[in-house]
């Protein structure tokens, strides 16, 4: 655990939802990964949905494996190798299938927050010689427009305020902690890069500040 991460760490007290989240559908979902719960989340007030995936039975006094993941439907779905984000889902899903309470929450949060087609207008831009934070900022966002308050009101909900957490990126930390999170300890999250993704992570690292140690 880094330094910075160490210093932010705060002791849970009782959940407090500031979310008014629609009835909760939830259903048995078998996987190749393995087998979960699947839960719908739609906040009535801003109509954010997220699903969430959870194995055993996750406890408010013990530690729970999480994965925040953000929707990513060209790694996710199309297998894309421009990301890792494929690869990182499948990892979550693997290693919080095994655990012995495990959460995953799926975001509806594409290219970082700014939605499918600007992605793939940043794509274009990326082709033509920026780079992913670039391309971004040169549409007109910031480099990332992420905000943690939904994952972390599902978290509540489901009784994992205690975590251990799948990433690499020291910001989401920071943003489950200030929503009333307590990330007992961070586990990295590392894909070994390829050819295609290695210039890509080099600016999660310099850019983004992830903490990658294989880039």
């Given at each position: ?11 849970p007290g009782s959940p407090k939802y500031s979310m008014n989240f ?9 996987t190749r990964l393995g087998n979960f719960t699947i839960y719908g ?175």
């Amino acid at each position: 655990m880094t330094k910075a991460i160490k210093k932010s760490l705060k002791q849970p007290g009782s959940p407090k939802y500031s979310m008014n989240f629609d009835k909760v559908p939830r259903a048995k979902m078998p996987t190749r990964l393995g087998n979960f719960t699947i839960y719908g989340f739609r906040d009535l007030d801003s109509g954010e949905e997220a699903v969430a995936l959870v194995a055993g039975t996750p406890n408010p006094d013990a530690a729970v494996l999480v994965r925040i993941h953000s929707q990513c439907l060209t790694g996710d779905v199309f297998s894309s190798k421009r990301c890792d984000c494929g690869e990182q889902l499948e990892a979550a899903m693997s290693l919080i299938s095994k655990a012995k309470a495990g959460v995953l929450v799926y975001q509806q949060k594409e290219g970082r927050g700014i939605g499918l087609i600007n992605k793939i207008h940043a794509y274009e831009l990326q082709d033509k010689g920026r780079d992913t934070v670039a391309a971004n900022t040169e549409l007109g966002f910031e480099a990332d427009l992420r905000d943690y308050r939904m994952p972390a009101e599902i978290l509540k909900y489901l009784g994992a305020v205690r975590i251990h957490l799948l990433s690499n990126n020291p910001e989401k930390v920071q943003g489950l902690e200030q929503e009333g999170i307590f990330i007992e300890k961070r586990i990295p999250l590392e894909i070994a890069p390829s050819s295609l993704t290695r210039n890509y992570l080099k600016i999660k690292k310099e850019k983004l500040g992830h903490i990658l140690s294989k880039v």
